[in-house]
């Protein structure tokens, strides 16, 4: 017998629900949603804890359109932000990528510093507040040693000048202090612009804050190793960076272009591996072409391969979840009937009174869905949740309607990815691929 739901924000509800039926991931009241995948999770939960004491971590979260790695990196995110880290996250596209010489790898920093997140501020745009809590620190470390707070602030960035490019971040958070101690908004908003990588000119940031570098195309990761290291600084565990859509650089044309962001990623693992970088972790979204395909994905590149090929002796109902590789399971039918169970939980609130189907609407659902498209009613559950909420959204709108004559109406396709699976032309040139132009 199914026991009563906890009760649901009406906030979470209309945000799950809203989210759900536009067929993308809510970002808050995941845990009114989230079933199965226990170990997975687990496993990225160690992830978290040892970022927390000042290690390192690279993930990729395989899994096909569909099915539910969005979800999984955002749950993971919502899971490190009450672990006291601070978490960034940004889909990569055709102007957003890890390496580029166009302003595309800039652009990424820059979307990933503003979406910075915190337990205060999980919304994003923390980048203040972490500023903020760093002089404060900064502050009482001053008022302890009889110092002033000027020079609690400088000696506290020590470590960080020893970076590469450390100088002039460190120079730019001074810059930030001072305005935040004599109240100059314009010193405070050029600090902020620097550190977001806004600035596209070194001779405007020179002249603005007395730095000689910016954070562009070719600093895209130091700047990341840079704000992960200051937000331990500023007393948050570490930084987290969620990277999805990560097939954007498998469809890329250019074989030079992909090669050139395959090394950045190999660059990552082997700094994580060798332990040389403290206090970040990667994860990163992808589906199984982008990892296996030998000609275009991350096994074309032989280092990444040989990093990335699975423990020879997993099978045969044994699992390794300590590799770099988590590769997200299919949900079975009964995770399937347990996340249906729960959506019509938050449609009605967590009060079980309010239920609008009963619970052989769900047998009878899942039923219709398996006779439409079959076995990836539940292998990518995206669709299949998405005619649900529709559904029971109809229901609630339409007092008085018989579920059992809306299921007879109802279609559900199959999921077979979006609109942005054909290869994406490459403006920076290079060698393209083998019969890329080909014309029959």
Not at 68 to 83: C, D, S, V
Not at 256 to 276: C, H, M, P, S, W
Request: charged share 25%; aromatic share 8%; with cysteine.
């Amino acid at each position: 017998m199914t026991t009563k739901p906890p009760p649901i924000k009406p906030r979470d509800r209309d945000t799950i629900i809203s989210a759900l039926r536009a067929g993308v991931v809510p970002r808050i009241g995941l845990q009114h949603i989230q079933v199965g995948r226990q170990r997975e999770i687990e496993a990225l939960i160690q992830d978290i804890e040892r970022i927390s004491k000042g290690g390192s971590s690279i993930r990729l979260v395989i899994g096909a359109y569909g099915a539910g790695k969005t979800f999984f990196l955002f749950l993971i995110r919502q899971i490190a932000l009450q672990r006291k880290l601070a978490v960034c996250q940004a889909d990569l596209s055709p102007d957003r990528r890890i390496h580029a010489t166009g302003g595309q790898a800039r652009t990424l920093y820059a979307e990933l510093v503003t979406s910075l997140a915190t337990r205060t501020a999980p919304d994003g745009g923390a980048l203040r507040n972490i500023l903020e809590s760093y002089i404060q620190k900064a502050s009482e470390r001053a008022s302890s040693n009889g110092t002033t707070i000027e020079i609690a602030i400088k000696e506290g960035l020590g470590d960080l000048r020893e970076m590469v490019g450390g100088y002039d971040f460190a120079t730019v958070i001074v810059a930030y202090a001072r305005g935040y101690e004599e109240g100059n908004s314009n010193l405070q908003d050029a600090a902020l612009r620097w550190l977001r990588g806004e600035y596209t000119t070194k001779t405007e940031a020179r002249g603005d804050l007395g730095v000689r570098t910016i954070i562009d195309d070719a600093s895209f990761y130091d700047g990341l190793r840079l704000l992960a290291r200051f937000t331990r600084l500023a007393g948050f565990g570490g930084l987290l960076v969620c990277l999805d859509e990560l097939v954007n650089l498998y469809k890329l044309q250019s074989a030079q272009a992909r090669k050139q962001n395959y090394e950045q990623i190999l660059r990552i693992f082997n700094d994580v591996l060798q332990g040389t970088t403290q206090g970040i972790g990667f994860i990163l979204g992808g589906t199984p072409e982008f990892l296996l395909d030998t000609r275009r994905g991350l096994y074309s590149y032989e280092a990444l391969q040989s990093r990335l090929a699975g423990n020879s002796f997993a099978g045969n109902g044994l699992a390794d979840y300590s590799g770099p590789v988590v590769n997200l399971p299919n949900l079975t039918p009964e995770e399937l009937y347990h996340l249906l169970e729960r959506l019509r939980d938050v449609f009605a609130a967590g009060d079980q009174e309010k239920w609008l189907v009963p619970d052989a609407a769900l047998h009878a659902f899942m039923d219709h869905c398996a006779n439409r498209i079959g076995e990836a009613y539940f292998r990518t559950p995206r669709n299949t949740v998405k005619a649900f909420v529709d559904l029971l959204a109809i229901l609630q709108q339409n007092p008085g309607t018989d579920w059992k004559d809306m299921l007879g109406t109802m279609d559900v396709a199959e999921d077979r990815g979006g609109a942005g699976d054909q290869p994406i032309d490459d403006a920076e040139g290079g060698a393209d691929d083998e019969l890329a132009t080909l014309r029959i």
